[in-house]
């Protein structure tokens, strides 16, 4: 059974397909980067399983605030029911990008298990991050049809934004 035009024009968006992961992969890589550098505290007491808590915290917070935002931005209010069930869907799409940090998580885990120094811990993070930002923007590139060759300049590119974060870091620190 066809719908009508009326019930095309007010049905709930479709789930982001494979881009939103990339997208979110991206951004909560970005994210974790951007908290590793701003909770180094020289000086300070460290204590990297609070930094791990935060850096989770903070990666929730922003995908369920992200997915808020993308419902309310989408939403027709000609539908009620779809309300809920649309929140639910906007806000579950935001999953990639809190996995996206958890290998800064596990990094900050496992450095209050073994004591590793801070510096050290930030400097294996963001250098991690932005290997896994140049990840994936090389395979976001592949996935929109940059030739395998030219991908990985992509790659470079996502990668700056990794370097960014360390230069700022650097600076401010």
């Given at each position: 059974?066809?719908?009508?035009?009326?019930?095309?024009?007010?049905?709930?968006?479709?789930?982001?397909?494979?881009?939103g992961?990339?997208?979110?992969?991206?951004?909560?890589?970005?994210?974790?980067?951007?908290?590793?550098?701003a909770l180094e505290r020289t000086g300070e007491h460290y204590s990297p399983f609070y930094d791990a808590t935060w850096v989770l915290i903070t990666a929730v917070t922003a995908g369920l605030a992200h997915g808020y935002a993308h419902h309310m931005t989408t939403?027709?209010?000609?539908?009620?029911?779809?309300?809920?069930?649309?929140?639910?869907?906007?806000?579950?799409?935001?999953?990639?990008?809190?996995?996206?940090?958890l290998p800064s998580v596990a990094l900050l885990l496992l450095a209050g298990l073994t004591g590793w120094p801070e510096n050290r811990v930030t400097g294996v993070g963001l250098a991690l991050n932005t290997a896994l930002l140049f990840g994936w923007?090389?395979?976001?590139?592949?996935?929109?049809?940059?030739?395998?060759?030219?991908?990985p300049l992509i790659g470079l590119a996502d990668a700056g934004i990794g370097v960014l974060v360390i230069v700022a870091n650097a600076l401010i620190k």
């Open positions: 059974m066809t719908a009508s035009p009326q019930e095309r024009a007010f049905s709930p968006p479709p789930p982001r397909q494979h881009a992961w990339r997208f979110s992969g991206v951004y909560g890589t970005v994210l974790a980067s951007g908290l590793l550098a939403h027709q209010p000609d539908f009620p029911g779809h309300r809920w069930r649309g929140l639910g869907r906007a806000m579950w799409q935001e999953w990639p990008m809190v996995a996206a940090t923007g090389t395979l976001s590139a592949v996935r929109v049809g940059y030739r395998r060759s030219t991908a």
